[in-house]
């Protein structure tokens, strides 16, 4: 069983940065795909960035492309969000989430195990 805790939220303003960052344990890390999600109030839970295994493939969602970095060190079982230009509408509990599949997904359904979450809210 694979345990993922996610840390690094909190509050930012408009046009400012975080970081986000998840441990995993229990599991291969370097096995797994790894992704963070975020799910607003009312609204679907949405991929924000994926990375696989080895990190040299990177997906983001359209509204976060070059503003949020995501990196992996396997070394340390560790995945991060980095979050740059930071807008309002981006308020959201960020999850980290696991994949033991091989190529990189989008879809939530995919992932095997996730975090409990952490709440990024940016203010205007």
């Known amino acids: 069983q694979v345990q993922v805790v996610e840390s690094g939220g909190g509050l930012a303003q408009a046009g400012g940065s975080l970081r986000l960052s998840c441990a995993a344990s229990?599991?291969?890390?370097?096995?797994?795909?790894m992704g963070w999600f975020r799910q607003a109030p009312g609204k679907a839970r949405e991929l924000v960035a994926a990375?696989?295994?080895?990190?040299?493939?990177?997906h983001y969602a359209d509204s976060v492309q070059g503003r949020f970095t995501i990196s992996r060190d396997n070394a340390k079982n560790t995945v991060s969000l980095q979050m740059n230009s930071l807008k309002p509408e981006e308020t959201a509990v960020y999850y980290c989430?696991?994949?033991?599949?091989?190529?990189?997904?989008?879809?939530?359904?995919?992932?095997?195990?996730w975090g409990q979450g952490t709440q990024v809210t940016v203010s205007s």
């Open positions: 989430a696991a994949d033991r599949s091989v190529e990189v997904s989008t879809d939530p359904r995919k992932y095997d195990y």
């Open positions: 990375i696989s295994w080895s990190g040299g493939t990177r």
């Open positions: 229990g599991g291969t890390f370097g096995r797994y795909v």
